[in-house]
């Protein structure tokens, strides 16, 4: 709802293709995958696996391409983007943080198509988004952030009331239970 609002400010608009470049992972075979590597191997939808190699390194998004087509995923460090993905870097027009919570708003799911639902990334390219410019993206994601860290809060004191509330119910079944409730 936050980004909804962000985007209705009528910042320019701009193709994403004009922003950003999806490049194509690539498959590893078996023989180098090892389940003590050091480092990721990402699929469409998360970490599949562990290597001793890289393809890439720096901060990037992972895009399923193939099979979980769509999903977008944070990545840091050393990895191995494998040949069912895309993968992204931020760059001068586009900040990291914010391409992913723009990526993750846009669903890029509803674009996959086939029988082994794919997406095209000329596709997304096509999408065209208002686009702030770079100093306001990062305004942008320190409010996200900020409200990232209140929801967080909440989760916690829901849990936590949660907790208590059980823990009254299971006090007032043992005092019924042991007659202490009536008099």
Known sequence: AALHQIFEKGWPKQSLGKVIELLYGRGIPKSDRDTNGKYPIFGANGELGRTNKFLVEGEALIVGRKGSAG???RVSGKFWPSDVTYYVFGN???????LFYLLKSLKLQKL?????PGINRNRVYEIVVPFPPIQEQKKIMA??????EKAKRLQELQQQTAEDMKALKQSILHKAF??????
């Open 112 to 116: 996959a198509v086939g029988v082994k």
């Open 71 to 73: 999903e977008v995923t």
């Open 92 to 98: 001068e027009k586009a900040d990291i943080d914010f």
């Open 178 to 183: 042991s007659g202490e409730l009536i008099k």
């Open 143 to 148: 409010y996200l952030d900020s409200l990232s």
